[in-house]
T-cell receptor, first 112, second 109 residues
Framework: NAGVTQTPKFQVLKTGQSMTLQCAQD?????MYWYRQDPGMGLRLIYY???????DKGEVPNGYNVSRLNKREFSLRLESAAPSQTSVYFC???????????FGQGTRLTVV | AQRVTQPEKLLSVFKGAPVELKCNYS??????LFWYVQYSRQRLQLLLR??SRESIKGFTADLNKGETSFHLKKPFAQEEDSAMYYC???????????FGAGTQVVVTP
């Protein structure tokens, strides 16, 4: 049982480049989330998708876009990467009433 | 606005000593409170939630609504407890989590 899988694990981008972070879950959860983790700031919600076909902004959405491709997959896109987007990105999934959210292993992104 | 505060960035304790991680929150309704843990090179995982009132790996956490706190405690720290600990609040039905800044715990022998 893979749970939540993120690709890639590591990425280095130049300022202005674009890329898409992929996330897939095999637990049939309705809700999926993207967080970024920065030292001293914890995890902050970028975007979330409460169910297939819906997406909403979280606390720090600027510079990002998302796509809920189907129930399993939720991708995060950086259209024009900036050094301020250097971070570790986590995808998570859950369902209403579940006691916990399940996290992927993270993507470490460096923008130079 | 909801907020979760973890005042300690780093806690260094000796093996066998008690450890307490502080967490305070602000929320206008009745939130769910959680402790998540991230061991080195592992993904974030749930440690405790206030509703279950259970002890996991020797850790306990009590929700104090009067003080709006959810401190995590363990009477005797072990080296394997070294990790990053996050307090988190869930306030709505969409499952969104509001995290604190995290506390790095280092247990030395």
């Amino acid at each position: 049982n893979a749970g939540v899988t993120q690709t890639p694990k590591f990425q280095v981008l130049k300022t202005g480049q674009s890329m898409t972070l992929q996330c897939a879950q095999d637990m049939n959860h309705n809700s999926m989330y993207w967080y970024r983790q920065d030292p001293g700031m914890g995890l902050r919600l970028i975007y979330y998708s409460a169910s297939e076909g819906t997406t909403d902004k979280g606390e720090v959405p600027n510079g990002y876009n998302v796509s809920r491709l189907n129930k399993r997959e939720f991708s995060l896109r950086l259209e024009s990467a900036a050094p301020s987007q250097t971070s570790v990105y986590f995808c998570a999934s859950s369902d209403p009433g579940l006691p916990e959210a399940f996290f992927g292993q993270g993507t470490r992104l460096t923008v130079v | 606005a909801q907020r979760v505060t973890q005042p300690e960035k780093l806690l260094s304790v000796f093996k066998g000593a008690p450890v307490e991680l502080k967490c305070n929150y602000s929320y206008s309704g009745s939130p769910e409170l959680f402790w998540y843990v991230q061991y080195s090179r592992q993904r974030l995982q749930l440690l405790l939630r206030h509703i279950s009132r259970e002890s996991i790996k020797g850790f306990t956490a009590d929700l104090n609504k009067g003080e709006t706190s959810f401190h995590l405690k363990k009477p005797f720290a072990q080296e394997e407890d070294s990790a990053m600990y996050y307090c988190a609040l869930r306030g709505d039905s969409w499952g969104k989590l509001q995290f604190g800044a995290g506390t790095q715990v280092v247990v030395t022998p």
